[in-house]
């Protein structure tokens, strides 16, 4: 960016709470079912119909209220907000606007090794909209009510952000968080965490904010970085130009790269909020909020700690292997079961493992090898049973079958060597062998030292105890 | 079979004097045979008939309930399941409703047998039936003047016998004002006693389902079966219904009736304060207290009214867009066309109105002077009749300023219109229960009286009412309708 010009990023961020039903009907909210098959009386607003508002949607947003720390309203209540759209059923959406349910609360994020804190504004209560769709329908649009009521919970931030990797930072970092309370299941493929963002420039060192332009709807971390660039890059490009930026509405086009204006503020909609009179207000006891506060799970932040000081781990394992409450719990289920150090539990997980879960583009929880037979391989490379090189091998069997480590290691002849009267013999063939390169290490040429340990490890197929090796080839070297 | 209250008939169906389908047959055939007061949309006399056999079946098996073989009719707000539910709308015209509402559902279980759907103003907006797509309903006691409104289909029914009880519902005198106009009774209950559920909203927090019929009493029985927290409307209270037959015959002695006096002005015509004096007598007579008392805020409450309804049923309204179901206009251009043209054909000028009203107290730079403002004057409201009814136990009141009005006669002016509801207004802004009972004729119409209750007082309410039915007989008097 040029340095003369600083971005002001804020950042609305809908998360679809993970409930079994819809926040204002009984209709299931599963993905994927057949077009309005999973559309009730309610969610087609038929005349007549009333919404009834779904508890849990509230505890989950109260959940999320307390995770950051926020003010939880003692009372709050449901607004409509009133436009015509196809998708949605009743000419208005159920929403909250005066008072939301969440109100101030914060995030830290981490950003090149700094530590900052963004606000967040208010988190509201609201249901979503059902889909058009504009394929396949002959020049005709479709609708699809399935989604219509499901219910969300909008998390507007601060305009705390300066950077496309702070907004990066702060999405992941409530992506992470929402994921952990288990009140979303973070699917951004499925819409069920979208972001819109807004962006506005100033000189550096000026007080006011520029104008801001909206972007919407758009559904990767990646696209939200390039899309915050693109629009941080236009802005000032247009201002440097003589123009100025105009309020609005623009879209993310991932194809082009590119925001283009989608509605101007004249042609904003006036949406007439007024409180829902179908529905009471929302009243939030301090019971129901010690109650929720009891079963809060441990947050990320609290078990990073705890896993650097009870399993001794540096900041980077530690903060992988809390990215999840998956990922935290097979790494704890490991070190339980392996009896094992839990840097070496660590090691493997975050190394090997991760890799190839990222190379098979599968959750931990999909993971073929199950933290059991995990358990097994480690404790056998903790024991010198195997060597890490062999460990390699045999996590590859544990990937491709259903066998576990022990099985593996004995089927497949792969204990380690620890024998010092095989090594010996071995070691003393090798140095007959290459008497040349023997008299090299013996003249100072350390790094000779190297080349016969690989030799011995290529004589025993790797199976040969490497601190064994060393010890033996140091004396018979000397 | 006619000139019968419910528990008479449910005695002469026990008695095996007549079946439930003879009952039903009879009413079916005075539908036919009056139907230019046009008080039906759809009469479903086949599913009638039906349900009058199971009824039979059911009074011989010895569990029937007093409402048992009953023939009654829905306001054609209430969804009824396959029956097709209009609103009193072209916009509705071919709506078959895919549900009951928990009314009709609650009556169905009871085995009344439902004749059909009754006329209404569309959408519930209107003092004289004539807003219905289905035109206007003619007053059973003159045929020139309005049954009243919305409920007009409802009074009408009631008054010339085409079913023995109804439903209907009230938003600001929807009830009341037909019921006094056709000379029956009906009561409005407390907001939050009968289910919302498949009523068709037209202002959610004013619109109350309430029962109609040719004495308090029948209107007791009929609302003991409507009545009820529902969990599918949320602003239905979780209180126990009480019986509401329970204390009709409760003495009146020491019960204090509070007299507004903002009510009894120069505006009430002065046959009709002729009328109310002698109900005053009577109540003298019967040993009530008659107390005079002030609520100064009430006269805010036609502009309070207006500003809330409309803004709520700007926004009720909006579903109605061509897309999912009702009238959808012919060869749409594009998604702005489908929505103003099926709009703009199938709703009426008066709904137009209100929703253009709405439309516009909602509005950004207005919602604060408009409808904040309402909501501020509808708890100064409430507040007077709290005051009030920390003195006295009922409020006793005219229904409407004058009789029935002709048909046609007040369709230019709306505002005229909206002032025939001065006296029921109030009282769904405050959410209080109310009932309209038969007072007497001025120039051979009738006109009511208005008593308000206490919140959930409806057992009082009715036991005031129906013992001045002890006392008078308007309440017994029928229409000819073959003149």
């Avoid at chain 1, 009510?145 to 702060?170: C, Q």
């Amino acid at each position: 960016m040029n340095t003369q010009w600083e971005a002001v990023i804020g950042l609305e961020i809908h998360t679809q709470l993970a409930t079994k039903s819809k926040i204002f009907s009984g209709a299931s909210t599963t993905y994927g079912a057949e077009p309005n098959t999973q559309a009730c009386i309610i969610s087609l607003g038929m005349p007549g119909v009333l919404p009834v508002l779904n508890e849990d949607a509230v505890r989950k947003a109260v959940t999320f209220g307390m995770a950051i720390n926020a003010e939880i309203a003692p009372y709050s209540v449901f607004a409509r907000k009133n436009y015509f759209y196809p998708d949605l059923p009743k000419g208005y959406q159920i929403s909250q606007f005066e008072l939301p349910i969440v109100g101030k609360g914060f995030l830290d994020i981490d950003v090149d090794g700094e530590t900052k804190r963004i606000g967040v504004t208010r988190a509201h209560l609201e249901e979503d909209a059902g889909k058009s769709l504009h394929e396949n329908f002959h020049g005709l649009s479709g609708i699809d009510l399935n989604r219509a009521g499901t219910p969300l919970l909008e998390i507007v931030s601060e305009p705390d952000m300066r950077t496309a990797k702070e907004a990066v930072a702060y999405m992941r970092k409530l992506h992470e968080l929402v994921r952990y309370l288990e009140i979303c299941d973070g699917n951004m493929q499925e819409g069920s965490f979208r972001c819109d963002a807004n962006v506005s420039v100033r000189p550096k060192g000026q007080a006011e904010f520029g104008t801001r332009a909206e972007i919407k709807n758009i559904n990767s971390f990646k696209f939200v970085e390039k899309a915050i660039n693109h629009e941080i890059e236009r802005q000032i490009e247009l201002i440097e130009n003589g123009g100025t930026v105009v309020q609005e509405t623009r879209l993310y086009d991932s194809v082009k790269d590119e925001t283009r204006s989608m509605r101007s503020k004249e042609e904003a909609n006036d949406y007439r909020y007024f409180p829902d009179p179908d529905l009471l207000p929302v009243f939030i006891s301090d019971e129901l909020k010690s109650e929720i506060k009891a079963h809060l799970p441990e947050l990320p932040e609290e078990k990073k700690l705890r896993f650097k000081t009870d399993y001794h781990l540096n900041d980077e394992s530690a903060t992988i292997l809390t990215s999840s409450r998956d990922v935290a719990n097979y790494f704890e289920e490991v070190v339980k079961l392996s009896h094992c150090e839990s840097t070496i539990c660590a090691n493997w997980i975050t190394g090997e493992l991760s890799a190839a879960l990222n190379r098979a583009d599968l959750d931990i929880s999909d993971s073929p090898i199950d933290a059991t037979r995990f358990a097994g391989l480690v404790a056998r490379i903790a024991d010198d049973t195997i060597s890490g090189k062999i460990g390699k091998q045999v996590f590859e069997f544990l990937w491709n079958t259903a066998d576990s480590a022990d099985d593996i290691i004995e089927k497949q002849g792969l204990k380690q060597i620890t024998d010092t009267g095989a090594i010996e013999a071995i070691i003393d063939t090798i140095l007959v062998a290459n008497e040349k390169q023997a008299q090299q290490y013996r003249d100072g040429n350390e790094k000779m030292f190297g080349f016969f340990v690989g030799q011995v490890m290529k004589a025993m197929q790797g199976k040969g105890n490497p601190a064994e090796i060393n010890k033996i080839l140091k004396i018979k070297l000397s | 079979m006619q000139n019968k209250t419910i528990t008479q008939l449910a005695q002469g169906l026990r008695a095996k004097e007549f079946s439930s389908v003879e009952l039903t047959q009879y009413f079916l055939n005075r539908i036919e045979k009056y139907t230019d007061l046009n008080a039906y949309i759809t009469v479903t006399a086949n599913q009638a008939l039906q349900a009058a056999q199971r009824a039979d079946v059911r009074i011989a098996s010895g569990n029937a309930e007093l409402l048992t073989g009953i023939p009654m009719a829905h306001k054609d707000i209430f969804c009824t399941q396959a029956v097709k539910t209009t609103c009193g709308s072209k916009m509705l015209d071919n709506f078959i409703a895919p549900y009951n509402a928990t009314v009709v559902k609650k009556l169905n279980a009871t085995g009344a047998v439902n004749l059909g759907k009754l006329n209404m103003d569309e959408f519930a907006m209107g003092s004289s039936n004539e807003t219905s797509f289905y035109g206007a309903v003619k007053n059973p006691w003159n045929k020139n003047a309005v049954a009243g409104g919305s409920s007009g289909g409802s009074a009408a029914a009631v008054a010339a016998q085409l079913a023995v009880c109804v439903t209907g519902t009230d938003t600001g005198g929807s009830i009341r004002q037909p019921a006094a106009f056709c000379g029956v009774s009906g009561i409005k209950p407390t907001y939050g006693r009968v289910s919302r559920f498949g009523m068709i909203a037209y202002a959610s927090s004013l619109d109350q389902g309430g029962s109609m019929a040719r004495s308090a009493q029948d209107c007791a029985i009929l609302l003991q079966s409507m009545a009820g927290f529902d969990v599918k409307d949320s602003t239905s209270v979780d209180t126990p219904v009480p019986d509401y037959c329970a204390d009709l015959d409760k003495s009146l002695a020491g019960v204090k009736i509070g007299l507004p006096k903002e009510f009894f002005t120069a505006d009430v015509n002065a046959d009709m304060a002729k009328a109310l004096d002698e109900a005053i007598e009577e109540y003298k007579k019967l040993g009530a207290e008659i107390k005079e008392i002030s609520m100064p805020n009430l006269k805010y409450a036609i502009p309070a009214y207006y500003v809330i309804a409309s803004a709520e049923c700007s926004s009720n309204l909006s579903r109605y867009d061509g897309v999912r179901f009702g009238y959808r206009c012919e060869n749409p251009a594009d998604l702005n066309d489908l929505y103003t043209r099926s709009r703009g054909e199938a709703f009426g000028k008066e709904v137009k109105r209100r929703i253009l009203m709405g439309t516009y107290a909602l509005s950004a730079g207005y919602y604060d002077a408009y409808y904040l403002k309402a909501q501020q004057v509808r708890r100064l409201i409430s507040d007077d009749f709290k005051q009030a009814f920390s003195e006295v136990d009922v409020i006793f009141s005219p229904v409407t300023p004058t009789p029935a009005f002709n048909i046609g006669e007040k369709l230019a002016n709306p505002v005229e219109m909206y002032l025939a509801d001065i006296y029921t207004i109030a009282i769904n802004l405050a959410g209080l229960p109310a009932m309209s009972i038969p007072a007497g004729f001025i120039g051979g119409l009738p006109v009511g009286l208005q008593l308000i209750g206490n919140y959930f007082d409806e057992t009082r309410l009715l036991n005031v009412a129906h013992a001045y039915q002890q006392v008078t007989n308007w309440h017994t008097q029928s229409p000819n309708l073959d003149n």
